[in-house]
C-alpha cells in the first residue's frame, strides 16, 4: 500500500483520483484502511464530501482514525454539525478514540458557538486522562477562546504544563478580539520577560491591540521591533496590520508610506489602507485608491468592496455605487459575506434611491436584523414615514423581532409626524420584548417631547440610565421645545449640582432656555462654566450665545460674541440682525444685513422677516419696501404669509391703508387672521372706522381659530361706538368656543446662580 502512497499526493484532479479509486476497486486494496482512509481524504479536500461518506459508510468496522479523518474532512468543508453528530457516535458506541479527533471537535463547536457541546468534550478529555496533551490544551484554548470564555481559556493557559509559541500567541490574540486589549498586552509583557520568542502572528494581535487602545508610541515601538527583526510576513498580513494601526490612530502618513513602500501587491494590504481613509473620512482617497488597485490587477475580496461601496454612500456617490454593484454581480460575488448586501443597501438609501435599496433587499433569502434596520432608517432619513412604518410591521409579520435600532428610528419618526399613538404601541413593544435600554430609553423621550407630551417624556427620563448624558440633553430639549425652560434650567443646574459629565448639547440647551425666558445673568454664568469646563465653542454654540445675549438686551456682548466667530451660517448672521431690529436699532440691522450680502451669504427668508419686522417697528416704510421687492426680485425668495403680514403691518402703521389693503388683493393665495389683523390694527392705530365699515364683509366672514384676531377685532367696533358689530363678533366668539389667550410677562427677579 504505501507503493500508492504519492499516488494520492500526484491527484491534482478528480479525473485522476477518480482513475485511481476504480484502480483500488479492481485489485481489492480498497478495503486496506489506509486506502480507504486517504480516499476519504483525498475526496473531500477536492469538495466532494459525498463521495467521502460513502465509502466509510461502505466499511465494515472502521476504526478510530478513520472516523477521526472524516471528522476533520468535514470540519474543513463547513459541515460542523455533522462532525458533533459524528463524534457523539463514537461517544454512543463505544469505540475508542484518541487526541487526534478532538482538535476538529472543539474546532467545530467553537464554529457554531456551541459552549455546552464544548464543555462535554473537554469533560471527556479530562476523564480520557489526556488533557496535558499539547494539541489538544491549545484546541481547548482556541475553543473557548473564539466563542468568548475568557476565563475558562485564561484557566485552561494557567494550569498548561508546558507554554509554547503558539499557546502564548492564542491566549494574547483571544484578548485583544474579544475586547480586552489591554490584558492581551499584560500577557504580551510577561511573554517578553519569560524569555519566550516572538513569531508574526503574536506581533499581529499586539499591533491590533495598539490601535484598538490608541497607543501611538506603543505601536511605533511594534513597528520598529518588526522592521529590526526584518520578519518575512511584514509586506503581507503583519503588514497590513501595521497600516490598520496606524489608521486607528489616524496617522495616515505613517500608513501611507507604509503601504507606498510596499514589496508585494498584497490584496490585504491594499484592503487595509482603503479601510484607513474611510475610517479617517477620507472617502474620495478610498475610492482613488480602489480604483488604482484595480488597474495594478490586483484581487479583492468582499471586505474591500465593503470598504469602496461604504465610501460611495458617504459621498453620496450613487453612479461609482452603481458600478462596483454591476462589479459584484458579474463576478457573481457572495453578496451575504462580510455584510456586502447591507453595505449596498445603505448606499442606495443614502444616495436617496430607496427604490434601488428595496430591489437589493427583496432579492434576499435571509433577511436578517440589520438589513430591515437600514432600509428603515433610510425610508425615516428620507422623511418617508409611512413606508418606514409599514416596513417595521412587515417585520413583526415575518416573525423578526426588533431590535434597539430599529425601536430608536421608528420612535424617530414617530416623533417627526406626531404620530404618538404608533409610537406608544412601539414603547409597549420595547417593554414586552426588554429592549427598554438606554438607546430606546433617549429615542422614547426625544418621540414624546416632539408630539407634545412632556409628563410621559420625564416619566421615561425618571426611569432611565440617568448617568448618560444623553437622556439629561434629551430632556432639557424636550422642556424647552415645549415652552418649560425653567424645568430645562433646573435640569442643568441638577447635572452640575450631581458633577455629571456635560457635553456641547448639554450647554447648547441651556443657553437656550435663557434666551427663551431672557434670563441674562443665568446666561452669562452659563458662559462662564462653558469656557471653566473647555467646552469646545463651534458655529452653533457662538450663534445660540449671540441670540441670548440679543434678545436679553445686551447687544454689544452679542456683537462681541458675533465678530469673534470664525465661520458664520445664514442663522448666525439671521440672529444679531433680529436682535437689532427686536431692540429698535433699525440702522444697525440694515447695516448688518448689507454686509452679509457683500461678504457673499445669500439671504433666506427668514432673514428677510427679520429686517421686514424691524422697518415695520421702526416706521421705515420705504426701506421696507425697498427689501420686500429686493426679496423678490434680487434673490428670488418667495413670500409667504409672514412676510405679507409684515409689509401689511408696515403699511397700516404707517396709515396708508389703501395701500396695504391692495398688497392683500395682490396677494398669490387667501390672507389669513394675521394679515387682516395687521390691517384692522392700522384702523385702530388712525381711527379709521370708515375704511374699516368698507372691508366689513372681508373681515367679519374670516374662518380662522385666531381668538387675538376677534378680540381685536371687538375691540376696535367697541372703540368706534359700533355696537352691533361688536355683539356680532362676541357672539361668533361664543359660537366657535373660542377663549382669550391671556397675556403674560417675563421678568427675572432671582439673577444668583
Same mark, same amino acid.
Given at each position: 500500500m504505501t507503493l500508492y502512497m504519492p499516488l494520492f499526493r500526484a491527484c491534482r484532479t478528480s479525473r485522476t483520483l477518480f482513475q485511481l479509486h476504480a484502480h483500488l476497486i479492481v485489485t481489492g486494496l480498497q478495503r486496506n484502511p489506509l486506502a480507504s482512509t486517504k480516499l476519504i481524504e483525498s475526496y473531500s479536500q477536492m469538495g466532494y464530501v459525498k463521495s467521502s461518506k460513502l465509502i466509510f459508510d461502505n466499511f465494515l468496522n472502521p476504526d478510530s482514525f478513520m472516523w477521526g479523518v472524516l471528522i476533520?474532512?468535514?470540519?474543513?468543508?463547513?459541515?460542523?454539525?455533522?462532525?458533533?453528530?459524528?463524534?457523539?457516535?463514537?461517544?454512543?458506541?463505544?469505540?475508542?478514540?484518541?487526541?487526534?479527533?478532538?482538535?476538529?471537535?472543539?474546532?467545530?463547536?467553537?464554529?457554531?458557538?456551541?459552549?455546552?457541546?464544548?464543555?462535554?468534550?473537554?469533560?471527556?478529555?479530562?476523564?480520557?486522562?489526556?488533557?496535558?496533551?499539547?494539541?489538544?490544551?491549545? =484546541? $481547548?484554548?482556541? *475553543? /473557548? &477562546?473564539?466563542? #468568548?470564555? +475568557?476565563?475558562? !481559556?485564561?484557566?485552561? %493557559?494557567?494550569?498548561?504544563?508546558?507554554?509554547?509559541?503558539?499557546?502564548?500567541?492564542?491566549?494574547?490574540?483571544?484578548?485583544?478580539?474579544?475586547?480586552?486589549?489591554?490584558?492581551?498586552?499584560?500577557?504580551?509583557?510577561?511573554?517578553?520577560?519569560?524569555?519566550?520568542?516572538?513569531?508574526?502572528?503574536?506581533?499581529?494581535?499586539?499591533?491590533?491591540?495598539?490601535?484598538?487602545?490608541?497607543?501611538?508610541?506603543?505601536?511605533?515601538?511594534?513597528?520598529?521591533?518588526?522592521?529590526?527583526?526584518?520578519?518575512?510576513?511584514?509586506?503581507?498580513?503583519?503588514?497590513? =496590520? $501595521?497600516?490598520? *494601526? /496606524? &489608521?486607528?490612530? #489616524?496617522? +495616515?502618513?505613517? !500608513?501611507?508610506?507604509? %503601504?507606498?513602500?510596499?514589496?508585494?501587491?498584497?490584496?490585504?494590504?491594499?484592503?487595509?489602507?482603503?479601510?484607513?481613509?474611510?475610517?479617517?473620512?477620507?472617502?474620495?482617497?478610498a475610492v482613488a485608491t480602489f480604483i488604482e488597485m484595480q488597474e495594478s490587477n490586483v484581487d479583492m475580496n468582499t471586505v474591500t468592496l465593503m470598504n469602496v461601496v461604504s465610501s460611495c454612500a458617504r459621498l453620496g456617490w450613487l453612479r461609482e455605487g452603481k458600478s462596483i454593484h454591476g462589479y459584484v454581480i458579474r463576478n457573481n460575488i457572495d453578496l451575504d459575506r462580510d455584510f456586502l448586501r447591507s453595505q449596498l443597501i445603505d448606499m442606495y438609501a443614502n444616495c436617496g434611491k430607496l427604490n434601488y435599496a428595496h430591489e437589493v433587499f427583496d432579492m434576499t433569502k435571509d433577511r436578517h436584523i440589520v438589513l430591515w434596520n437600514i432600509l428603515i432608517s433610510g425610508y425615516v432619513r428620507e422623511q418617508m414615514t409611512n413606508e418606514a412604518f409599514t416596513l417595521f410591521v412587515q417585520m413583526f409579520i415575518k416573525g423578526i423581532l426588533p431590535d434597539s435600532f430599529a425601536l430608536a428610528s421608528v420612535l424617530s419618526a414617530c416623533g417627526d409626524t406626531g404620530f404618538s399613538k404608533f409610537g406608544c404601541q412601539v414603547h409597549g413593544c420595547?417593554?414586552?420584548?426588554?429592549?427598554?435600554?438606554?438607546?430606546?430609553?433617549?429615542?422614547?423621550?426625544?418621540?414624546?417631547?416632539?408630539?407634545?407630551?412632556?409628563?410621559?417624556?420625564?416619566?421615561?427620563?425618571?426611569?432611565?440610565?440617568?448617568?448618560?448624558?444623553?437622556?439629561?440633553?434629551?430632556?432639557?430639549?424636550?422642556?424647552?421645545?415645549?415652552?418649560?425652560?425653567?424645568?430645562?434650567?433646573?435640569?442643568?443646574?441638577?447635572?452640575?449640582?450631581?458633577?455629571?459629565?456635560?457635553?456641547?448639547?448639554?450647554?447648547l440647551s441651556a443657553i437656550q432656555a435663557c434666551s427663551n425666558l431672557g434670563y441674562i445673568e443665568k446666561g452669562k454664568w452659563i458662559h462662564n462654566k462653558l469656557i471653566t469646563f473647555g467646552v469646545t465653542q463651534d458655529m452653533y454654540m457662538d450663534t445660540a450665545l449671540s441670540d441670548m445675549y440679543a434678545r436679553c438686551g445686551d447687544l454689544q456682548t452679542a456683537q462681541r460674541v458675533f465678530n469673534s466667530m470664525t465661520e458664520r451660517s445664514t442663522v448666525s448672521w439671521s440672529v444679531m440682525i433680529a436682535g437689532y431690529g427686536m431692540h429698535g436699532h433699525i440702522d444697525a440691522a440694515t447695516s448688518l444685513f448689507n454686509k452679509m450680502v457683500?461678504?457673499?451669504?445669500?439671504?433666506?427668508?427668514?432673514?428677510?422677516?427679520?429686517?421686514?419686522?424691524?422697518?415695520?417697528?421702526?416706521?421705515?416704510?420705504?426701506?421696507?419696501?425697498?427689501?420686500?421687492?429686493?426679496?423678490?426680485?434680487?434673490?428670488?425668495?418667495?413670500?409667504?404669509?409672514?412676510?405679507?403680514?409684515?409689509?401689511?403691518?408696515?403699511?397700516?402703521?404707517?396709515?396708508?391703508?389703501?395701500?396695504?389693503?391692495?398688497?392683500?388683493?395682490?396677494?398669490?393665495?387667501?390672507?389669513?387672521?394675521?394679515?387682516?389683523?395687521?390691517?384692522?390694527?392700522?384702523?385702530?392705530?388712525?381711527?379709521?372706522?370708515?375704511?374699516?365699515?368698507?372691508?366689513?364683509?372681508?373681515?367679519?366672514?374670516?374662518?380662522?381659530?385666531?381668538?387675538?384676531?376677534?378680540?381685536?377685532?371687538?375691540?376696535?367696533?367697541?372703540?368706534?361706538?359700533?355696537?352691533?358689530?361688536?355683539?356680532?363678533?362676541?357672539?361668533?366668539?361664543?359660537?366657535?368656543?373660542?377663549?382669550?389667550?391671556?397675556?403674560?410677562?417675563?421678568?427675572?427677579?432671582?439673577?444668583?446662580?
Open positions: 476533520k474532512c468535514c470540519v474543513w468543508n463547513g459541515l460542523f454539525q455533522e462532525a458533533i453528530f459524528m463524534y457523539q457516535n463514537i461517544v454512543y458506541n463505544m469505540i475508542q478514540f484518541n487526541s487526534f479527533i478532538l482538535p476538529s471537535i472543539l474546532r467545530a463547536c467553537s464554529a457554531i458557538n456551541d459552549l455546552g457541546m464544548g464543555k462535554k468534550v473537554h469533560c471527556r478529555i479530562i476523564k480520557s486522562g489526556i488533557e496535558s496533551d499539547p494539541f489538544v490544551e491549545t =484546541s $481547548l484554548l482556541s *475553543m /473557548y &477562546g473564539e466563542i #468568548g470564555c +475568557l476565563y475558562n !481559556a485564561r484557566k485552561i %493557559f494557567d494550569e498548561m504544563s508546558v507554554r509554547d509559541m503558539v499557546s502564548w500567541s492564542s491566549i494574547i490574540s483571544i484578548y485583544v478580539r474579544n475586547g480586552e486589549a489591554s490584558e492581551g498586552l499584560k500577557i504580551f509583557r510577561k511573554m517578553t520577560t519569560e524569555g519566550m520568542e516572538i513569531d508574526s502572528v503574536t506581533m499581529f494581535s499586539i499591533s491590533e491591540a495598539c490601535g484598538e487602545l490608541r497607543l501611538w508610541r506603543a505601536g511605533k515601538s511594534v513597528h520598529g521591533y518588526v522592521v529590526r527583526r526584518n520578519n518575512e510576513n511584514y509586506h503581507g498580513a503583519l503588514g497590513s =496590520s $501595521l497600516v490598520a *494601526m /496606524y &489608521g486607528k490612530f #489616524g496617522d +495616515l502618513r505613517s !500608513a501611507e508610506l507604509l %503601504f507606498y513602500g510596499r514589496i508585494c501587491e498584497s490584496m490585504s494590504l491594499w484592503t487595509a489602507i482603503i479601510s484607513c481613509y474611510n475610517q479617517n473620512g477620507c472617502f474620495q482617497e420595547a417593554i414586552k420584548t426588554c429592549l427598554l435600554n438606554e438607546f430606546v430609553q433617549n429615542a422614547l423621550i426625544d418621540m414624546y417631547s416632539k408630539c407634545g407630551y412632556v409628563d410621559s417624556a420625564y416619566r421615561v427620563f425618571l426611569t432611565a440610565q440617568q448617568e448618560s448624558v444623553v437622556a439629561w440633553n434629551s430632556m432639557m430639549c424636550g422642556f424647552s421645545q415645549n415652552g418649560y425652560s425653567e424645568e430645562a434650567i433646573s435640569l442643568f443646574d441638577e447635572i452640575y449640582a450631581k458633577c455629571l459629565e456635560v457635553d456641547e448639547v448639554t450647554f457683500t461678504s457673499g451669504i445669500r439671504p433666506n427668508d427668514v432673514i428677510f422677516m427679520n429686517i421686514l419686522s424691524a422697518c415695520s417697528h421702526a416706521g421705515y416704510v420705504e426701506e421696507g419696501k425697498f427689501y420686500f421687492n429686493s426679496m423678490i426680485k434680487d434673490f428670488d425668495v418667495k413670500p409667504n404669509s409672514e412676510h405679507y403680514a409684515c409689509l401689511v403691518d408696515m403699511l397700516s402703521r404707517s396709515g396708508d391703508l389703501n395701500g396695504a389693503y391692495e398688497v392683500i388683493n395682490s396677494m398669490p393665495f387667501p390672507a389669513d387672521a394675521s394679515i387682516w389683523g395687521a390691517l384692522v390694527n392700522g384702523c385702530r392705530i388712525h381711527q379709521r372706522m370708515d375704511f374699516l365699515k368698507s372691508i366689513q364683509g372681508d373681515l367679519v366672514n374670516k374662518d380662522t381659530n385666531d381668538s387675538g384676531y376677534y378680540t381685536l377685532l371687538s375691540n376696535v367696533y367697541a372703540g368706534g361706538g359700533e355696537w352691533n358689530e361688536f355683539r356680532t363678533v362676541r357672539s361668533k366668539i361664543r359660537s366657535i368656543g373660542l377663549k382669550k389667550v391671556h397675556g403674560y410677562s417675563l421678568i427675572e427677579i432671582d439673577k444668583n446662580s
